[in-house]
């Protein structure tokens, strides 16, 4: 059974920066693309980033692009989501995935799922 726990959200200033960590558990983590999508209250679920098993390959919504970067270190079993010059329409819940069949950018396509953390901009 694969678990994966996210940390790092909180309360920020507009243009503010947070980190946010997704630790997994399971050996063979790095050999999955994972993924970070958010909810905003009375939203669906949106995709903000992937990443491929080796780390070299991301993907970015346009709305995020320029903004965020996702990272991972497969010795620790970890992925970032590093969130720079953040706005109020970032408030959400931000979720990690991994990524099981099918389109990036689609949660369908994601079989494992952290229980979120909440990301509040103030402006």
């Known amino acids: 059974q694969v678990q994966l726990v996210e940390s790092g959200g909180g309360l920020v200033q507009a243009g503010g920066s947070l980190r946010l960590s997704c630790a997994a558990s399971?050996?063979?983590?790095?050999?999955?693309?994972v993924g970070w999508f958010r909810q905003a209250a009375g939203e669906e679920r949106e995709f903000v980033a992937a990443?491929?098993?080796?780390?070299?390959?991301?993907y970015y919504s346009d709305s995020v692009k320029g903004r965020f970067t996702i990272s991972r270190d497969n010795a620790k079993n970890t992925v970032y989501l590093q969130m720079n010059s953040l706005k109020p329409d970032d408030t959400a819940v931000y979720f990690c995935?991994?990524?099981?069949?099918?389109?990036?950018?689609?949660?369908?396509?994601?079989?494992?799922w952290g229980q979120g953390t909440q990301v509040t901009v103030s402006s």
């Open positions: 990443i491929s098993s080796s780390g070299v390959n991301t």
């Open positions: 995935a991994r990524r099981g069949v099918g389109s990036t950018n689609i949660a369908s396509s994601y079989d494992y």
């Open positions: 399971g050996r063979t983590f790095s050999m999955y693309a």
